[in-house]
Each structure stands twice: as C-alpha cells, then as structure tokens.
C-alpha cells in the first residue's frame, strides 16, 4: 500500500505569518499534485509537478517535488485568512493514471 | 461551463437500507471517478471509469456497492445495505481522459444511523 503522509495534520496561523506543509512517502510517483478544499466542496487542483527537484509558484504559494520523486512541499508566504482549507497532496504511482491521496492537512488563518 | 453535478448534496439513511449517489460529469469528459472521503482525512479512489468501462474497481467494496455508467455520461453509485460505516463523504470527479485534470463535484454527504 502507497502511503502519503502529511505533515502538520493540524495547523494554525495568524494573517501574515509563512508557513510550509509537507508530503512524504516511501514510493517513487510519477507526478504529485497539491489541492485545496473547502467545507462542504469538493478539492480543486492548486497545481502538479512531474520532475524531480521541480518548482512551481502560483502568486504566494511555491511547490516543490523532492529530486527522488518521494515527496513534495508547499509553502506560503504571508498567510491570508482566504488561505484557509484543507490542503492534499495526491501521488501518481509510475504506470497508472489514478492518484493517492494524502492524509490532509487542516490550515486555519486567523485574521 | 458547468462542473461537476451531484445530487443528492446530503442522505441520512438507517443502516441496512440502500442509497444511490447520482454524478453528471462536464460535458465531453471521458473519464469519471468516484472517491469516498471520510471525515478528516483524503478521498480514496473507489472506482475509475474510461467511457463506459470500468478500468479499476479494485477498491470497490463489491459485497455492497455496486455501481453504472450507462453510455458513457452521468453514473450512479449505489450502496446496498448501508453499514454505519460508510458514512463519509461521496466524491465524483471528471476528467477529460485519464491523463487530464480532475474535476471534482461539491460530493454527497452521507449519514448512516
């Protein structure tokens, strides 16, 4: 069973503080993928990286899968309270076109 | 473009009765997923169509869920009977092909008593 563990599980912040969740696992995948959601919606895809030691940024957030393909980060800078929801990771195992998802992390931006 | 519709949004039901969720996918997306969220944590995959074939069902509880995609559009996922245990949230997703971006539906919260 492939596993993505997330860290914190919990976490929250006052407006304007950094902060940076982690995604791990011992299986190699072919991309990784990040989304966030909202209570009572379903996740909406933030972003997905598909090389090793890759980097994306989307405004304050910046992803960055590890160079052996085993796990991820996001990190955003000057938390909004708007940032709150909870964030996913998502893996693809090389050679199949499903996702794992992971474990979640619950981000709460206080104003 | 509309997304991803799923009715009903919420289904409280006594154990042992049966429930059927309903999911239109986005107009010329090929395949669809259906997930299962339990409170807390992230959706598991429970079955990936490709048009109207069933590709990986492995994660499908087959004693009790069964589940269609008549020709090829909307699908129904239907749990028969219900345990107490399968209350969590029910999540379809669409994609253009298996190798696209999913889009998920707002999902159907189901409350087993």
């Known amino acids: 069973t492939q596993l993505l563990e997330q860290s914190p599980q919990f976490l929250s912040i006052q407006e304007g503080e950094n902060l940076t969740v982690y995604c791990n696992s011992s299986?190699?995948?072919?991309?990784l993928q990040w989304y966030r959601q909202e209570p009572g919606e379903g996740p909406v895809l933030l972003v997905t990286?598909?090389?090793?030691?890759e980097v994306k940024k989307l405004k304050r957030l910046t992803f960055q899968f590890g160079d052996a393909r085993k796990d991820s980060s996001l990190h955003i800078t000057a938390a909004q309270p708007g940032d709150t929801g909870l964030y996913l990771c998502?893996?693809?195992?090389?050679?199949?076109?499903?996702?794992?998802f992971g474990t979640g992390t619950r981000l709460k931006v206080l104003a | 473009e509309a997304g991803v519709v799923q009715s009903p949004r919420y289904k409280i039901i006594e154990k042992k009765q049966p429930v059927a969720f309903w999911c239109n996918p986005i107009?010329?997306?090929?395949?669809l997923y259906w997930y299962r969220q339990n409170l807390g944590q992230g959706p598991e995959l429970l079955i990936r169509?490709?048009?109207?074939?069933?590709?990986?069902d492995s994660q499908l509880p087959k004693d009790r869920f069964s589940a269609e995609r008549l020709k090829g559009v909307d699908s129904t996922l239907k749990i028969q009977p219900a345990e107490l245990g399968d209350s969590a949230v029910y999540l379809c997703?669409?994609?253009?092909?298996?190798?696209?971006?999913?889009?998920f539906g707002p999902g159907t919260r189901l409350t087993v008593t």
């Open positions: 997703a669409s994609s253009r092909d298996r190798s696209y971006e999913q889009y």
């Open positions: 299986s190699v995948f072919s991309s």
């Open positions: 990286v598909v090389t090793g030691g």
């Open positions: 998502a893996g693809s195992p090389s050679g199949t076109y499903k996702y794992i």
């Open positions: 107009s010329g997306h090929n395949t």
């Open positions: 169509y490709e048009n109207e074939e069933a590709v990986d």
